[in-house]
């Protein structure tokens, strides 16, 4: 049972490139998230899913988009790179959505875009 | 929507002693309000949670408190050590999806 796997751990991008980190889940949880951790500050939303097929805007999700077509994986994709997007990324899990259940996080993936 | 305010940002002790982090919330509506720990380099993990029926609620060492009324919550760690070196996060949240975490306290414990 590894729990929630992500990468790659570590990348550099050029400005307008694209790429994706994958993530991926093996607790059969319906809630996928992807978070932003930017120096110094808390965690902001991305996007997240509810369960296979259907994604959600968060907080923060202008440059990213995501797809669920698995209740194991979700991708995060980075269209045009810009260097704001420069920041760690977690991808999380959990059971159910309500209140209370516990939230899952991966290693993260650091990425610098230049 | 929801808005975490946490305080200290950094916070110096020594071993042994108590450290306290506070966080305060926008949303009355808010119900659930768990604390993750951080190493550096590493994922955040869930420490403690609190639910918004509860006053208080301890784990050994630690302990969270909630006053609904004035909308803030905090987190205790007695005796502590080194290894509680890390950075803490608040979150509140009424589901998963709305949760709004604080922006961080860093501990650091000197032996």
């Known amino acids: 049972n590894a729990g929630v796997t992500q990468t790659p751990k570590f990348r550099i991008l050029k400005i307008g490139q694209s790429m994706t980190l994958q993530c991926a889940q093996d607790?059969?949880?319906?809630?996928m998230y992807w978070y932003r951790q930017d120096p110094g500050m808390g965690l902001k939303l991305i996007y997240y899913s509810v369960g296979a097929g259907i994604t959600d805007q968060g907080e923060v999700p202008n440059g990213y988009n995501v797809s669920r077509s698995t209740t194991e994986d979700f991708p995060l994709r980075l269209e045009l790179a810009a260097p704001s997007q420069t920041s760690v990324y977690f991808c999380a899990s959990s059971y159910k959505g309500g209140s209370g259940n516990t939230i899952y996080f991966g290693e993260g993936s650091w990425l610098t875009v230049v | 929507g929801e808005n975490v305010e946490q305080h200290p940002s950094t916070l110096s002790v020594q071993e042994g002693d108590s450290a306290v982090i506070k966080c305060t919330y926008s949303d009355s509506a808010s119900n659930y309000f768990p604390w993750y720990k951080q190493e550096l380099g590493k994922r955040p993990q869930l420490i403690i949670d609190?639910?918004?029926?509860?006053g208080e609620k301890k784990d050994q060492r630690i302990a969270v408190t909630l006053n609904k009324t004035a909308k803030h919550f905090s987190l205790h760690i007695t005796e502590t050590q080194p290894e509680d070196s890390a950075v803490y996060f608040c979150?509140?949240?009424?589901?998963?999806?709305?949760?709004?975490f604080g922006a961080g306290t860093r501990l650091t414990v000197k032996p």
């Open positions: 979150a509140a949240s009424r589901g998963n999806n709305d949760m709004r």
């Open positions: 607790m059969n949880h319906n809630y």
């Open positions: 609190i639910r918004s029926n509860v």
